[in-house]
């Protein structure tokens, strides 16, 4: 059996701690989120972090 070879930037991620999620989320709400974040010159993965860990300390007040 063919052992899996392991991406560098899968070794990278796992080593950073991220991972991939996958949300069904409306077509027209992405598109305008990404102009959004384009517009304010921000990712829109550092951009959904700083929500979500807005929305957890929210939560846990």
Request: proline share 2%; with cysteine.
């Amino acid at each position: 059996m063919e052992e899996k070879k392991i991406r560098p930037q899968d070794k990278w991620n796992a080593k950073a701690g991220l991972i991939s999620k996958s949300y069904k989320l409306k077509q027209e709400l992405t598109e305008q989120f990404a102009e959004a974040c384009d517009k304010a010159g921000v990712s829109q993965a550092g951009q959904i972090s700083k929500m979500m860990r807005s929305f957890i300390d929210e939560q846990n007040k």
